[in-house]
């Protein structure tokens, strides 16, 4: 999977136990196919972050169940991480900039080198951080749910909703 938020790459780092349950081989970043929110396996009341994992020596997948997180968590930090990555491109081209030296009034224009053609298809986004803003702006504004699955052009009834247990419903009754 390209472009994994930096924030699972240290947590699956971290964790260096991590292992395919089929043949025991260590866990390795590009055998991750999709990562989500979905209700657990385990617990139909709680939503996890999941992992969908390729392992590359037996060729098993695997889905993992990593921890407790909602959807708006997880998108809020998917953004975050791309807005952390677009300032540090940011100020690596500012540094860029700034080594360069000013060309006199007879240099000759540098043609560009191979490397330097690959370097600049290999833009890893195209979103702004002016967009990323935008983006984090609007979740924030989201009252619920709902208003974020209205704004996305989902009617929340067509969502099934995450059954509560009987102390959560207490409490949403008394609201």
């Not at 396996?41 to 020596?57: G, P, S, T, W």
């Not at 100020?91 to 690959?118: F, I, V």
Request: net charge negative; hydrophobic share 30%.
């Amino acid at each position: 999977m390209d472009n994994l938020p930096q924030w699972l790459i240290d947590g699956l780092s971290r964790d260096s136990d991590l292992r395919c349950p089929h043949c025991a081989a260590g866990f390795k970043e590009n055998g991750i196919n999709a990562i989500g929110v979905r209700i657990s396996v385990q617990d139909d009341k709680k939503e996890v972050l999941f992992i969908e994992y390729h392992c590359q020596k037996c060729k098993k997948v695997t889905m993992l169940e990593m921890g407790e997180m909602g959807l708006e968590e997880f998108c809020t930090t998917v953004l975050e991480d791309l807005e952390k990555q677009a300032l540090e491109e940011i100020e690596q081209d500012m540094e860029t900039l700034e080594q360069k030296p000013s060309k006199g009034p007879k240099a000759k224009k540098k043609k560009p080198k191979p490397d330097d053609a690959q370097e600049k298809q290999k833009v890893l986004s195209k979103i702004t951080l002016t967009e990323l803003r935008q983006s984090r702006r609007k979740l924030q504004e989201f009252d619920s749910h709902d208003d974020f699955l209205k704004h996305i052009g989902v009617k929340p009834a067509s969502v099934s909703r995450p059954r509560l247990n009987d102390d959560e419903s207490d409490n949403d009754k008394d609201k």
